[in-house]
């Protein structure tokens, strides 16, 4: 938004999720008069208004479709505090609406995921199509795989199913990241993420080796950490090897904030002593002390595209559209010494 205030930021004040924010403002079924009301009056209050770009007014002009759609989300990546992935569900819900078409939200429990147990929704047949947005088990999308009804894949992917997929150019931005620190001097550059728990760490672990590899760096393996166990739950307790390097890339902010919290009960300063960069320029990234240098995720892309796909093979069904990768921007924050000499001001760098 233009003012700065995003569905989010009214979520957070009333404590209810982004989804139920968006249902609310554009009038849907599933919340009571009540809370409709106490969160238009909040929204007006907060000076939310919705967005009237050119891309807004290319999604109003999309034929209505009149179809149901599910949205799947692992529950691993449903936590108390949210994730960027409830403004991503309800930008997608909101852009589907536009089209007259119905969401289905379901949460998949860590059972179902690994008993591969399908959502009735599913099984009833009561969905045209469905959007699954971030990880899940490669069973379970064995069996998603098999379905008759459109699928798209959002923030991940899976090369052993040809099923389309939108994400984030990870690759690219975890090694532009990477640059950066070495740019600001650091020559010993630690990756915080669990290796193979997402498509997306794997790529982010991808690019800082390569720029790890090309500026001749050295590579310790005890500086390659994880950070969430065998569910893809974040470890509430971080272990920081012997011997430390000067900086730290994260695979998402969360964990970044979570290094920082680690390093300051050690009495280690950030970034004066060492210097920690996340990805995905989401909320916890701006309310961390220090504030963290990151890698924005073009969210609102992300959603159109993905809103887009699914349009076209709700009205095709043998419409193939592969893998749409959308490129971010470095977000230059307050969590990095210039070992150089120098700090930098808050920026956007475009790649």
């Not at 004066?272 to 309310?287: H, Q, R």
Request: charged fraction near 25%; proline fraction near 3%; aromatic fraction near 8%.
């Amino acid at each position: 938004m233009k003012n700065g205030v995003k569905m989010l930021d009214i979520a957070t004040k009333l404590g209810v999720s982004v989804v139920t924010v968006s249902n609310a403002l554009a009038g849907r079924d599933g919340v009571s008069e009540q809370m409709r009301k106490k969160i238009c009056e909040t929204a007006e209050k907060m000076g939310y208004k919705p967005s009237n770009t050119k891309s807004e007014k290319k999604r109003l002009s999309i034929p209505k479709i009149g179809k149901n759609v599910g949205i799947l989300t692992s529950e691993r990546f449903v936590g108390a505090r949210g994730t960027f992935y409830w403004e991503l569900t309800a930008s997608i819900s909101n852009q589907l609406s536009q089209m007259n078409v119905c969401t289905v939200y379901e949460c998949v429990t860590a059972e179902s995921e690994k008993n591969v147990i399908l959502p009735n929704m599913i099984i009833d047949g009561k969905v045209d199509g469905v959007i699954v947005i971030g990880q899940v088990h490669r069973n379970y999308i064995n069996c998603l795989s098999k379905l008759s009804i459109p699928l798209v894949f959002v923030d991940f992917y899976d090369n052993r199913y040809a099923v389309d997929a939108v994400i984030s150019d990870s690759f690219n931005g975890s090694y532009m990241i990477t640059d950066y620190l070495v740019e600001k001097g650091h020559r010993k550059i630690g990756f915080f993420g669990t290796l193979n728990a997402t498509s997306s760490i794997n790529d982010r672990y991808l690019g800082y080796v390569k720029c790890i590899m090309e500026n001749e760096l050295e590579f310790r393996k005890e500086w390659i950490i994880g950070d969430r166990n065998e569910r893809g739950i974040l470890n509430d307790k971080i272990n920081f090897p012997d011997e430390m390097p000067t900086a730290f890339v994260c695979n998402c902010d969360e964990t970044a904030f979570r290094v920082i919290s680690a390093l300051k009960t050690k009495g280690v300063r950030v970034p004066e002593d060492i210097s920690v960069v996340g990805y995905d320029n989401y909320t916890v990234s701006s309310i961390c002390i220090p504030t963290i240098t990151t890698v924005e995720v073009d969210l609102a892309k992300m959603a159109e595209v993905s809103v887009g796909i699914m349009a076209k093979k709700l009205t095709d069904p043998g419409y193939c559209e592969g893998r749409r990768i959308i490129s971010g921007k470095l977000i230059e924050k307050e969590s990095v010494l210039d070992i150089n000499g120098s700090y930098g001001k808050v920026f956007a760098n475009a790649f």
